[in-house]
């Protein structure tokens, strides 16, 4: 049976761990019924998306769009194998147009059978995520600025984070047992990782171990975050440079130990994200429990007491402006 797998993200899921490390394992993962195409450049299919929005140039697919397509639906007479397509494009809600996947079904319509895997994680580290990210690129808008405008909208950068917007947007071209939501917190734990637990999705009779390991499999990792919101305020209006940002992190961890685990957020900023999206996750999970049964948006455990924005205190950044002295 001719199967084709969509990879939707979301983004900040280990998206780019996963392309990288199927990219890197195809010709093993053909041998055990996986087909991953390659388009160049990139290992993720970002092009496929632009047939409809517009992204960086780096990831237009040699040819265009729609040969790529069509190269994809010709696998489909080829054997019974599983193509995998993988990009967290697909699951961008802003700026419209969006993504159609009404033509996405028909473009894939050579397969007997389809399916959608969407990674959601929970909202309170998936819009910190998000920022520290854009903070590595540039000098990004004040954090309390970018999180009121998120929970106003429900969108952050363009990223769905009401999850039922997410899913009517999908049963618009795909029945809800050809959606499959993967929780991000509770996957990451699994042996082998995200990568291990897709492994396991897709019925790949593969270890981790037996794959070719790219970045130590990791990418796009997110810096520590208070070290990173501390470095953009003494960077602005420039982006802030990897250097400083481990300045900024030795200083918070001799004020506050070494093991410590950090957050952009204030406890009355991340209640108000728990309490605009504990309501609309509930709703969410009724939702798909039929077709995805069992599924729940967890945050991933952490150890350690958090330390809170509102901890910084003023020994911090005498710390860092004599780390800052001495560099200089």
């Not at 140039?57 to 994809?72: L, N, T």
């Not at 054997?79 to 969006?98: C, H, M, W, Y």
């Not at 499959?180 to 990451?188: L, P």
């Not at 952009?264 to 309490?275: F, G, K, P, Q």
Request: glycine share 6%; aromatic share 10%; charged share 20%.
């Amino acid at each position: 049976m001719a199967k084709v797998v969509l990879h939707i993200g979301t983004h900040k899921t280990a998206t780019t761990t996963i392309q990288n490390t199927f990219h890197a394992n195809r010709s093993l993962l053909a041998r055990h019924g996986l087909r991953y195409p390659d388009f160049g450049r990139i290992q993720g299919h970002h092009g496929l998306v632009m047939k409809w929005i517009t992204l960086p140039e780096m990831f237009a697919i040699h040819g265009g769009p729609d040969a790529a397509w069509a190269r994809i639906a010709g696998l489909a007479a080829k054997d019974n194998a599983t193509v995998f397509i993988s990009s967290e494009e697909f699951s961008r809600g802003l700026p419209k147009p969006q993504v159609d996947f009404q033509q996405v079904r028909k473009l894939l319509g050579g397969f007997e059978q389809i399916e959608v895997i969407c990674t959601l994680r929970d909202q309170v580290s998936y819009l910190q995520s998000i920022y520290l990210e854009i903070s590595k690129r540039q000098a990004p808008a004040p954090w309390p600025t970018f999180l009121t405008s998120a929970l106003t909208s429900d969108f952050a950068t363009g990223l769905f984070l009401d999850y039922n917007q997410l899913n009517d947007h999908l049963l618009d071209a795909f029945a809800p047992n050809e959606i499959r939501y993967v929780d991000f917190g509770s996957a990451t734990p699994d042996v082998g990782g995200i990568v291990g637990h897709f492994l396991n999705l897709l019925k790949i009779d593969l270890g981790t171990d037996e794959l070719c390991t790219v970045n130590d499999g990791a990418a796009n990792v997110s810096p520590a975050p208070l070290a990173s919101w501390a470095a953009s305020q003494i960077a602005a209006p420039y982006p802030a440079s990897a250097s400083l940002v481990a300045l900024a992190d030795a200083a918070l961890r001799e004020e506050l130990g070494e093991s410590i685990t950090t957050t952009l957020y204030t406890r009355a900023e991340e209640m108000r994200v728990l309490t605009r999206y504990a309501p609309r996750n509930a709703r969410f999970v009724e939702t798909i429990s039929p077709s995805n049964p069992g599924f729940a948006i967890t945050a991933k455990t952490i150890r350690q007491e958090k330390v809170y924005r509102e901890d910084i205190s003023q020994k911090f950044w005498v710390r860092v402006a004599r780390r800052l002295h001495a560099v200089a």
